[in-house]
């Protein structure tokens, strides 16, 4: 994820995900839970496409649940094979994560306000980039694309319910042509 700084937070349940595969995987326990085990790739902080395979390899793992940013913005060309090199490697990506614009998973009040597709602000940034992160996931014969819709309103007579389905419909709607797809919220 990265904040309105540029700065990238690091996710909790990523690196305990990979701690936990480490540990596993020293034990013995390797092959069975490399085979069902996937390591958010935002998670790892990757500068490249080799930077990330190199990190998801450390601890035996081979499959990712990529996030989209990274290859669509394709910096400085870090990116440009990400493909091939999960061909060569053996790496399976098993779903796709889109970011939100502005996005700050530190804290649930953070959340709450910065979060997934709620924030007017970014909407329409957000917006295009979904728009493209679809499409590359079409191109790289991704599936499953998921998405963090933010903290949702539980009742229809809530003033942004209306806004906030028109926006979740909006995106299904791109989503199917090419992917499937999965939705996360900030409330449970």
């Known amino acids: 994820m990265y904040r309105d700084d540029g700065s990238?937070?690091?996710?909790?349940?990523?690196?305990?995900g990979t701690a936990l595969a480490t540990r596993l995987a020293a034990a013995g326990a390797k092959a069975d839970l490399a085979s069902r085990l996937e390591v958010c790739s935002g998670s790892l902080q990757p500068e490249s496409?080799?930077?990330?395979?190199?990190?998801?390899?450390?601890?035996?793992?081979?499959?990712?649940?990529i996030a989209l940013d990274p290859i669509r913005e394709n910096k400085g060309g870090a990116w440009s094979d990400?493909?091939?090199?999960?061909k060569r490697r053996g790496v399976a990506c098993v779903s796709v994560t889109l970011g939100t614009?502005?996005?700050d998973d530190m804290t649930l009040d953070s959340i709450r306000c910065t979060g997934g597709v709620v924030p007017d602000a970014t909407w329409p940034e957000t917006w295009r980039n979904?728009?493209?992160?679809?499409e590359v996931a079409g191109r790289l014969g991704l599936g499953l694309v998921s998405f963090h819709a933010g903290f949702l309103p539980h009742e229809a007579s809530d003033p942004t319910f209306t806004t906030l389905q028109a926006r979740l419909r909006q995106i299904a709607n791109q989503c199917c042509r090419k992917v499937t797809p999965g939705v996360t919220s900030g409330k449970c």
């Not at 990238?8 to 305990?16: D, F, I």
């Not at 990330?52 to 390899?57: D, G, M, N, S, V």
């Not at 990400?82 to 999960?86: E, I, N």
Request: proline residues 3%.
């Open 49 to 65: 496409a080799a930077d990330l395979l190199t990190k998801l390899a450390a601890p035996g793992l081979a499959r990712l649940q």
């Open 130 to 134: 979904i728009q493209a992160d679809a």
């Open 101 to 103: 614009v502005g996005e």
């Open 8 to 16: 990238q937070s690091t996710s909790l349940v990523g690196a305990a």
């Open 82 to 86: 990400f493909a091939g090199l999960c």
